[in-house]
């Protein structure tokens, strides 16, 4: 079973729609869960994380957290077609300090 | 300012040779990471340093060593590079106390 799974897209939306990305996980005892956006060619670049349930917003994007159901979601307000990129969940594990996992990442395009 | 650099930013080289990639950050972390990114986009953790002591180690190839000199640099070495190290390496930074980490732009390792 795979640590942390999203779906791989590619996910289109048109312009000035949520978009909603998920990402479920496997190790209960997580505890902090970030997304990462990662341009062709580029590194990947956090834009948001949550170490606790429920959601938290910065500017459009909206991060939530189910630690029950094992999932974390991201929605994006007001899609921009600067916002087309691949999406990368991560999640940390219980060894080691700061080990990260990640998922393999959903393509978002957004249509203008 | 750049918060993590790489260099060299492309490597080409042949099966057999000997190669090192640099990393500095400049944000006063205290980890350091190692991340291979394969042609799937799949990012996955090699290393990370904390205070100049290893203390995660996934299961890669001995032919592949970190080094670093001090807190603000991670260096990595590769031994007799195979076709298969031919991928993507992104170094990374945190504060130990915090998930966060940062990214450096990538090493592009083509090995023929």
């Known amino acids: 079973q795979k640590e942390v799974e999203q779906n791989s897209g590619p996910l289109s939306v048109p312009e000035g729609a949520i978009a909603s990305l998920n990402c479920t996980y496997s190790d209960r005892g997580s505890q902090s869960f970030f997304w990462y956006r990662q341009y062709s060619g580029k590194s990947p670049e956090l834009i948001m994380f949550i170490y606790s349930n429920g959601d938290k917003e910065d500017g459009r994007f909206t991060a939530q957290l189910n630690k029950a159901s094992q999932y974390v979601s991201l929605l994006i307000r007001d899609s921009q077609p600067s916002d087309s990129a691949t999406y990368l969940c991560?999640?940390?594990?219980?060894?080691?300090?700061?080990?990260?996992?990640f998922g393999t990442g959903t393509r978002l395009t957004v249509i203008p | 300012d750049t918060a993590v650099s790489q260099t060299p930013k492309y490597l080409v080289t042949q099966m057999g040779n000997d190669k090192s990639i640099k990393c500095e950050q400049n944000l006063g972390h205290d980890t350091m990471y190692w991340y291979k990114q394969d042609s799937k986009k799949f990012l996955k953790i090699m290393f990370s340093?904390?205070?100049?002591?290893?203390?995660i180690n996934e299961t890669v190839p001995n032919r592949f060593s970190p080094k670093s000199p001090d807190k603000a640099h991670l260096n990595l070495h590769i031994n007799s590079l195979e076709l298969g190290d031919s991928a993507v390496y992104f170094c990374?930074?945190?504060?130990?106390?915090?998930?966060?980490?940062?990214f450096g732009p990538g090493t592009r390792l083509t090995v023929t």
């Open positions: 340093y904390n205070n100049k002591e290893l203390i």
């Open positions: 990374a930074s945190s504060q130990e106390d915090r998930g966060e980490q940062y």
């Open positions: 991560a999640v940390n594990s219980r060894v080691g300090a700061n080990n990260l996992f």
